[in-house]
């Protein structure tokens, strides 16, 4: 191994997204192999499996499943969703034997390393080499040596009927009879979540609604909420019936936000099938639909997810020009290495390195964490390295690049109290305290 793909081999990771279930709700279930398919589980559902077999309680043994699975894994082994799969399993769990037997096997020993109290710890820290990760499961209740938590904001803004206003009543603890007393609901939930430990929060709506934000009156929401108010009968308004009173409350979120300078993770591109339940409408996620809401809050610290794709060049324009934004990485790898490694060459070209938020894995399981975070290190060695190749930057300038957008930027933007990697002087790694 060279010297760059030894550096970014070494690089301790903080994890910019994740959805990693608190160990001891994995060791409550008591997952398998089957619980370990996440993503690839869309590839398998696109390429004919019913979608019932993921039913947790289908009643179906082992080896019926993985007879099933086999079926359906032999066109879909394909995908980068299923290469990441097999490296879990093959590396993590030592698998070697694709066939029923085998996978019954490996199920059975997946199910012991879920009652592993050093799971989590020997996977990402040993094995991943990431030093903590933001994870969002919908609570800040997180073990805190791993992880920091990030909060979904959606709930709060996707009102279309009464029962969803009820929802946050009951969260909150607090009956709401007028929007004003709502909005005061909402800014404490906010900072009971800052003080619960919230490092960000998150803006997912792209899966249900257009990204574009208008600037609605409060009299404009006010009236949508009286209405909503008065639905007793379990009606609902469409979603653009809706929208001015969502559009407000973002508008909210995102100044509460600035108040207690969290930076604003929102879902830009391709959408998940499993989150969404169908393939979705992708041009409710276009990146260039948030413009608004970028132009006018300078103050914001924006961290666009995923390289917008498909829209990712769309993405590059949006994050070279706006001081506010961060262009985050996040499920990238996965979706197709040969894309990132075209977005990053680009990004490296047009924007400055301390706006790249180099990994987040997005997986739900620790093992999936692993696969993508090996991926990412190999993607990034691979275009760091026709980077210097070609001139363009020299091996040590490659390291630094590494070091910020897989750690630093990170540190940095997140106000975290670790170390910073390294820095780099000639071809030496030098400790800085
Ligand atoms: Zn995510």
């Not at 990693?20 to 590839?43: G, T, W």
């Not at 920091?148 to 029962?163: A, E, S």
């Not at 975070?373 to 040590?396: F, H, I």
Request: with cysteine; glycine share 4%.
């Amino acid at each position: 191994m060279n010297t760059l793909a030894q550096h970014i081999q070494n690089i301790r990771i903080i994890d910019g997204h994740e959805h990693l279930i608190p160990q001891k709700d994995r060791q409550k279930m008591n997952a398998d192999f089957f619980d370990l398919l996440h993503y690839v589980r869309s590839d398998l559902i696109t390429a004919g499996l019913d979608s019932a077999f993921f039913e947790r309680d289908n009643n179906m043994s082992d080896e019926e499943k993985a007879e099933i699975f086999l079926k359906y894994w032999n066109k879909t082994k394909n995908t980068t969703y299923a290469q990441m799969l097999r490296w879990a399993v093959e590396d993590l769990y030592g698998m070697n034997d694709w066939t029923k037997e085998g996978i019954v096997a490996l199920s059975e020993r997946v199910r012991k390393a879920s009652q592993d109290p050093k799971l989590y710890e020997r996977v990402l820290k040993e094995k991943a080499g990431i030093d903590l990760a933001f994870t969002l499961i919908f609570t800040t209740k997180v073990d805190f040596e791993l992880f920091r938590p990030v909060m979904f904001m959606d709930h709060t803004f996707k009102l279309r009927t009464l029962q969803d206003i009820k929802s946050i009543e009951k969260l909150t603890g607090t009956i709401v009879h007028e929007f004003e007393d709502y909005l005061q609901v909402l800014d404490k939930l906010i900072e009971r979540y800052v003080k619960e430990g919230m490092a960000a929060t998150k803006i997912g709506a792209a899966y249900w609604r257009t990204l574009h934000v208008e600037k609605p009156t409060r009299q404009d929401a006010a009236k949508v909420f009286n209405q909503l108010k008065m639905f007793h009968l379990g009606e609902s308004l469409s979603q653009d019936e809706a929208k001015p009173l969502q559009d407000y409350l973002i508008h909210r979120i995102i100044q509460r936000s600035i108040d207690f300078k969290m930076p604003i993770q929102i879902h830009t591109g391709h959408q998940e099938p499993s989150v969404s339940s169908n393939g979705n409408i992708i041009t409710n996620s276009k990146v260039t639909d948030l413009v608004p809401l970028l132009l006018e809050y300078e103050e914001a610290i924006f961290v666009l997810l995923h390289g917008g794709y498909p829209y990712y060049n769309e993405f590059l324009s949006i994050v070279k020009n706006f001081a506010n934004v961060y262009a985050d990485l996040t499920w990238c790898y996965i979706l197709s290495p040969t894309a990132t490694k075209q977005l990053l060459s680009q990004m490296i070209e047009m924007v400055p390195q301390n706006k790249i938020i180099g990994f987040g894995g997005d997986y739900s399981q620790v093992e999936g964490t692993y696969a993508h975070a090996k991926l990412a290190r190999k993607v990034l060695t691979e275009v760091l390295t026709e980077k210097v190749e070609s001139g363009e930057l020299t091996e040590q300038e490659a390291c630094e690049f590494a070091n910020n957008i897989l750690r630093n930027n990170l540190i940095e933007l997140y106000k975290l109290e670790l170390k910073r990697a390294p820095s780099i002087r000639g071809n030496i790694s030098v400790s800085t305290s």
